[in-house]
C-alpha cells in the first residue's frame, strides 16, 4: 500500500488549472478542490502512468533554418520521452517541411507520429 501525503497538484486538463488537494493511498485517492471529475482522472494516470506530449526539434536537411520544431500527436509515456528525443536527435528531415506533416511514425510504446509544427522551405540558391 503506497502513501499518499496531504499534497497538491495542478490539474493540466483544462485551463481553470484547479490545485488539487490529494490525500489517501493509491488504492484509495482522494482529492478535493476539483471542480470536476476529470480532476481525479488526471491524478490517478499521474500517479499511475504520467504521460505528455512530446515537443522537440528536429534537424532538417536543405532548409532555409537547421531545425524544425515538432510534437507527438498522442501523449507519450513520460518516463519514455527523453529516450524518444534522443531518437529524433539522430533523425535528420529533408526540406521542404510543411506544418503538420508526419516526420516519423508509429514512434515509442505509444506508437505516436512526430508531426513539423511550423513550415521549412527548402534553400534554394546554393552559392558555393
Ligand atoms: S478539475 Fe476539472 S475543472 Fe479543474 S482543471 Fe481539472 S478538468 Fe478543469
Keep these: 500500500m503506497h502513501l499518499i501525503k496531504s499534497n497538491f497538484m495542478v490539474c493540466l486538463v483544462c485551463p481553470k488549472s484547479c490545485i488539487l488537494n490529494i490525500t489517501g493511498n493509491l488504492e484509495n485517492i482522494s482529492v478535493k478542490n476539483n471542480e470536476c471529475n476529470n480532476g481525479l482522472d488526471f491524478v490517478k494516470k499521474e500517479l499511475m502512468d504520467p504521460e505528455r506530449i512530446l515537443t522537440s526539434t528536429m534537424r532538417v536537411n536543405s532548409g532555409i533554418i537547421p531545425l524544425v520544431s515538432v510534437r507527438s500527436d498522442k501523449p507519450v509515456k513520460k518516463a ?44 534554394e540558391n546554393n552559392y558555393i
Aim: proline share 5%; net charge neutral; aromatic share 2%.
Design 80 to 123: 519514455e520521452l527523453m529516450v524518444l528525443v534522443k531518437q529524433l536527435d539522430s533523425i535528420v528531415v529533408p526540406a521542404p517541411i510543411f506544418s503538420g506533416q508526419i516526420l516519423v511514425s508509429a514512434l515509442g510504446e505509444n506508437k505516436v507520429n512526430i508531426i513539423a509544427t511550423r513550415i521549412i522551405e527548402k534553400q
